[in-house]
């Protein structure tokens, strides 16, 4: 059961929805909340984990192992850079989660504050629609930097420009609409939503 089906039995005719009904609404409502958040720490897990994976690999072309290492960082910082906006990425979503798990509805089964915290996570999930957004407008500026010092050092031919400047690109605008979709046609309507339900509940206490 999500908000919607908690304000149908909320404004059910004359508001006269067994408790019961509502109780179970509740419960489920909570249940969502716990839901949501279990599924974004999953997600920043696994975030966590294949960058970790990328930054051992990085790390070993870094070491010189008795010979000149393949990443030279004063030769290749705009690649570090280019592997350095992930990572600010994950810091700034872990950072919002935390933040959201120590905000309103995160020990109460109450309605309102339940409510309270589904907004929350509302916004929670709008700031990392824009986070997501401008690490990818971030990939688009280094890009270039990247492309130029592999070709300077040999590391790639002119086979990389394609990719790098018409396949991410593509990719890039595919991902920030998506986005937008996601922030315009699911999260905003459902926090319009929300801050009505809350505002009900607030006049009937």
Request: glycine content about 8%; charged content about 25%.
């Amino acid at each position: 059961m999500n908000s919607a089906d908690f304000e149908r039995a909320w404004r059910s005719p004359g508001n006269t929805a067994p408790p019961a009904v509502l109780a179970a609404a509740r419960d489920r409502l909570f249940a969502d909340l716990r839901r949501r958040q279990r599924a974004r720490r999953l997600f920043l897990a696994l975030v966590f984990g294949a960058l970790t994976l990328l930054s051992a690999r990085v790390a070993l072309a870094l070491w010189p192992r008795g010979g000149t290492p393949t990443i030279h960082p004063a030769r290749d910082w705009a690649s570090l850079l280019f592997l350095a906006v992930p990572w600010t990425g994950f810091a700034l979503l872990a950072r919002q989660m935390r933040r959201h798990e120590r905000g309103p509805g995160q020990a109460s089964e109450a309605i309102g504050d339940t409510v309270r915290g589904l907004l929350d996570e509302n916004a929670t999930a709008r700031a990392g629609l824009r986070v997501t957004a401008g690490l990818l407008g971030a990939t688009l500026l280094l890009l270039p930097l990247v492309v130029r010092q592999l070709r300077a050092t040999g590391k790639a031919g002119d086979e990389i420009l394609w990719p790098a400047f018409l396949g991410w690109p593509l990719v890039a605008g595919a991902l920030l609409a998506a986005l937008w979709w996601q922030e315009r046609f699911r999260l905003r309507p459902r926090r319009r939503q929300l801050e009505a339900l809350l505002r009900d509940l607030e006049r009937a206490d």
